[in-house]
């Protein structure tokens, strides 16, 4: 069965410095992977996914992930951080059925 | 183009009570889903609908129903709210739906559900 874990339940940076947020995969078969956003009190907002094409993703508001199977990682990163990314991020695996499985997410938090 | 839309946005019952939370989208998707997402949980499927006609159970179906009205509609029903259902409910759609893995869910505002 797929499975993601989530790393780091919550992750404090200063504005203007590097982003990472870090997420486990397990999957018996090449898996489709998805970075979401959520705002507070909003909806969730896809950032960006990776379906077996090229292994670096990018995704919208200048963040992106790689996909390494070696290491069954998705991690999300960022070169700089703003106060406007403050949010909770969740990585999310797709089944053969595509039905979707998150983890348990990963607050952001951005300081002046 | 509202994309996925949800009602009520917030509502409060008694255990017991019986309510229906309502989802439309206009994007012309086949496959439209219901979550609910509890703290340091995340998001965690109860039915989905693969396409009109047809629904399925998700992780945690107990104490829920739903209805696939049209191809725009999904609706979730709790019979006999119980505060244990106390969440936030969010619904979400996708073009294929099915054993189409890269599917995007493109998911609504959501329902606080509080049950007393």
């Known amino acids: 069965a797929q499975s993601v874990t989530q790393l780091d339940s919550h992750v404090s940076v200063s504005e203007g410095t590097p982003v990472l947020l870090r997420c486990n995969y397990s999957s018996s078969y090449s898996p489709s992977l998805f970075w979401y956003v959520q705002h507070p009190n909003k909806g969730l907002q896809l950032l960006l996914k990776y379906t077996s094409a090229a292994t670096l993703v990018k995704g919208i508001n200048g963040f992106e992930a790689e996909f390494k199977k070696s290491e069954t990682s998705f991690h999300l990163t960022k070169p700089s951080a703003h106060m406007s990314d403050a949010a909770e991020y969740f990585c999310?695996?797709?089944?053969?059925?595509?039905?979707?499985?998150f983890g348990q997410g990963t607050e952001l938090s951005v300081k002046p | 183009n509202a994309g996925v839309t949800q009602t009520p946005k917030f509502q409060v019952l008694k255990t017991g009570q019986s309510m229906t939370l309502q989802c439309a989208q206009d994007m012309n998707h086949n496959s439209m889903y219901w979550y609910r997402q509890d703290p340091g949980m995340g998001l965690r499927l109860i039915y989905y609908?693969?396409?009109?006609?047809?629904?399925d159970k998700g992780e945690v179906p107990n104490g829920y129903n739903v209805s696939r009205l049209n191809k725009r509609e999904f609706s979730l029903r709790l019979e006999s709210a119980a505060p244990s259902q106390t969440s936030v409910y969010f619904c979400?759609?996708?073009?294929?739906?099915?054993?189409?893995?890269?599917?995007?869910?493109?998911f609504g505002p959501g329902t606080r559900l509080t049950v007393l």
């Open positions: 999310v695996v797709s089944d053969l059925k595509g039905k979707l499985i």
């Open positions: 609908s693969a396409s009109e006609g047809t629904t």
């Open positions: 979400a759609s996708g073009l294929a739906g099915g054993l189409f893995s890269t599917d995007t869910q493109y």
